[in-house]
């Protein structure tokens, strides 16, 4: 190359670095041993002119915002008292110096920390923890916590014009860096019941600004980020939830088990027990977050044959199959149309009704008049074992509470006394929701997803993990076999029979009775570190947790105490969640939030614990020093 096509080029590179722009995404600064993030846009600005002292050599300086009304030194600390109780973002570091809104009666009100520093300014705020630059610029505090369990896919903050962005932040851990910003800069109205509400999303559900993955590693650098928020998110954040990150599913929503499925991502970590129990899937991040962090409050799933309630009885979670269509779905991965569900997993019941009121809207009425009758299946009849005889007390307290009749069911010898000419529902629904879930995802998702990858990839498939390639591959090879038609009549003669029998509609109760079973009583293991003796099958056949997704029902999960088993894996007596499920008529959904409700004002159900023990707190044993 000459002498001067080389200049030109060097011109030209120079023209095209010099016309690029810088763009702050944010800081990352300690305080004492925690780490925070602070958003690039600065909430407000002050005249620091004064205060130019307070700088030295570094960059930010923390400082408290403390609305009083006298502002007299037991006022401010005991604000401070409350700031430490009430938030995990706020630290006594934050007291370097004190922004006060109000009108002090002294000049020494904030004499209980002598080395605090006065700020003052017009600025106003809300009450909290933030830093100050040397431009006099405010940023609020985001606390970083580590996903230790690896629930989330991707951590992500609101840019603040209604889209999201990954956010731009790494702390020792191992996993991503999760931002929570101070719970006092919120305060919850009626417009915004959800105001600084921490949830965590479903990594099927698109976020605007944010690439969906559905599990797939393909899939999510094929895509661009989503033009829309799905309409599930959007109601959250419309009702002021923070949406703090996308969180693990197993592959397309299909399920998987630990270590033997799990292929382009690997499952979260369950923290219950040993921590090395399976989490259930499809919602695998949604049930280990909530398990696992006190920092998170609810989760978004889907449920569409137990991904919602398979990782809440196992993890020890309040979690809901809610009555099929009461959200719709727009901008949302589909496993099967005809049974996906939107649900939600929390430790505290009264945080899942608020988020579940929002989410459902006008879907959702809760209501205080119960069903006096409870119908049982499988329900244990001896106090043999610790989980037996929780659940034996359980049901005791809530027939003595309703005033109710209990009664044992046995659903396939009721089905065929009341359906002589038809077959066992068993072998009626043996391949119902097989065919459905594949016959309806082919066309929705794997082929438009095929033919997009082999137009960018010169004729290539892309990579997807051995059960939905199993399912997919059997629902194609079935299809004139088994036939969406007579899936959906299938499906339609059970839903029939169940919502006129067993659950039927009740004017004055909702539901004429309640139906009970028990969800998870720690008698089983799935040990993550074990090898699958033979390939994965489509799940044919029909177990309980079916009865809901036929019905379209209402299906929660409640947990009730734990019980002890014989952990393999540190030789050592742990504990697993015993958790009941509940079923109603379809449409009780609001009777049910409102029942569960009422158990936790009696006592009879609590809030669960973040970390080991869904009852005794404590941290997972991995983290444990």
Same mark, same amino acid.
């Given at each position: ?44 600005? =002050? ?79 809300? @009450?909290? @923890? ?61 417009? /915004? ?28 650098? &094929?895509? @661009? ?127 899942? /009704? ?9 879907? =959702? ?14 329900? @244990? ?16 307290? =809530? ?56 137009? /960018? ?163 997972? &044993?991995?983290?444990?020093?």
């Amino acid at each position: 190359m000459g002498f001067s096509k080389a200049l030109g080029a060097a011109a030209l590179l120079y023209s095209n670095v010099a016309s690029a722009t810088v763009t702050s995404t944010g800081f990352t600064v300690e305080l004492g041993d925690v780490s925070y993030f602070l958003p690039p846009k600065a909430v407000t600005a =002050i005249d620091v002119t004064k205060y130019k002292h307070l700088f030295g050599t570094g960059s930010f300086v923390p400082f408290t915002v403390i609305e009083c009304t006298e502002c007299h030194e037991k006022e401010i600390s005991s604000a401070v008292e409350k700031y430490l109780q009430k938030d995990d973002v706020f630290q006594s570091g934050f007291l370097q110096a004190i922004y006060v809104q109000g009108q002090p009666k002294s000049p020494s009100y904030h004499a209980y920390n002598t080395s605090a520093t006065t700020i003052t300014g017009e600025a106003k705020l809300a @009450p909290g @923890p933030y830093f100050l630059n040397a431009l006099g610029q405010i940023h609020e505090a985001w606390r970083l916590y580590s996903d230790y369990t690896g629930a989330f896919t991707e951590s992500c903050i609101s840019t603040g014009d209604g889209t999201f962005s990954v956010l731009p932040a790494g702390i020792v851990g191992q996993k991503s860096a999760i931002a929570v910003p101070s719970r006092l800069y919120y305060q919850q109205t009626e417009e /915004k019941p959800l105001a600084g509400v921490r949830i965590g999303i479903k990594d099927i559900y698109d976020i605007k600004g944010l690439r969906t993955s559905n599990g797939n590693r393909a899939w999510y650098w &094929l895509y @661009p980020p989503a033009e829309n928020t799905a309409t599930p998110v959007q109601r959250l954040i419309d009702a002021g939830a923070i949406i703090v990150g996308k969180m693990i599913t197993s592959q397309f929503a299909n399920g998987e088990v630990a270590t033997a499925d799990w292929v382009d991502y690997h499952e979260a970590f369950n923290p219950r027990g040993d921590g090395y129990q399976d989490t259930s899937s499809s919602s695998s991040g949604g049930g280990a977050g909530i398990a696992a962090y006190d920092w998170l409050d609810v989760a978004l799933g889907s449920d569409t044959g137990g991904s919602v309630r398979g990782p809440s009885q196992v993890q020890g979670l309040y979690g809901n199959r809610p009555s099929h269509g009461l959200v719709s779905l727009e901008h949302t991965m589909p496993l099967s149309p005809t049974l996906d569900t939107a649900g939600l997993l929390a430790r505290n019941p009264l945080t899942w /009704k608020a988020a579940a009121e929002v989410m459902y809207k006008g879907n =959702i009425t809760t209501t205080t008049t119960y069903p006096s009758k409870i119908n049982t299946i499988s329900w @244990p009849t001896s106090a043999n074992t610790i989980a037996n005889t929780l659940l034996l007390n359980f049901l005791t307290n =809530i027939t003595t509470l309703l005033n109710a009749t209990t009664s044992p069911i046995n659903m396939t010898s009721t089905w065929i006394s009341q359906n002589p000419t038809l077959p066992a529902f068993e072998t009626l629904l043996n391949t119902t929701y097989t065919t459905l879930i594949t016959q309806e995802q082919i066309p929705l998702v794997r082929d438009p997803f095929y033919a997009d990858y082999a137009a /960018k990839h010169d004729g290539r498939r892309p990579f997807v993990n051995p059960v939905p390639l199993i399912r997919w591959g059997w629902g194609e090879s079935n299809n004139r076999t088994f036939t969406l038609a007579q899936a959906h009549t299938n499906k339609t003669l059970y839903m029939s029979w169940l919502n006129s029998t067993i659950l039927a509609p009740n004017t004055r109760t909702c539901s004429e009775s309640l139906l009970l079973y028990v969800g998870s009583d720690a008698s089983s293991t799935t040990y993550r570190n074990a090898y699958r003796l033979s390939a994965p099958r489509p799940p044919l056949g029909f177990s309980r947790g079916y009865m809901s997704v036929m019905s379209e029902t209402p299906d929660f999960v409640v947990p009730i105490g734990e019980a002890p088993y014989n952990s393999s894996v540190t030789g050592h007596v742990e504990y697993l969640p015993v958790t009941v499920n509940f079923m109603a008529a379809k449409g009780c959904d609001g009777m049910l939030f409102g029942l569960v409700e009422r158990l936790f004002e009696v006592g009879l159900v609590k809030s669960v614990l973040a970390g080991w023990s869904g009852v005794k707190g404590g941290e997972a &044993l991995v983290l444990r020093k």
